[in-house]
């Protein structure tokens, strides 16, 4: 599964600042659905908890 993080907080410009990253597949257990997820947005605020300020 293709996804998006970070290590450390870094300025959006630094190219570092946010990484592409595989992960296993999920795989629902017991009472768990799987999901998928075909967009994504990023709120104001979200950079700023991204700082850690």
Do not use: F, H
């Not at 947005?41 to 850690?52: E, G, L, Y």
């Amino acid at each position: 599964m293709k996804a998006v993080g970070y290590q450390q907080s870094l300025a959006v410009t630094d190219p570092q600042a946010l990484l592409d990253i595989q992960l296993p597949e999920p795989v629902a257990k017991g009472r768990d659905i799987l999901v998928r997820v075909n967009a994504i947005s990023v709120n104001p605020v979200d950079t700023k908890v991204r700082q850690r300020v």
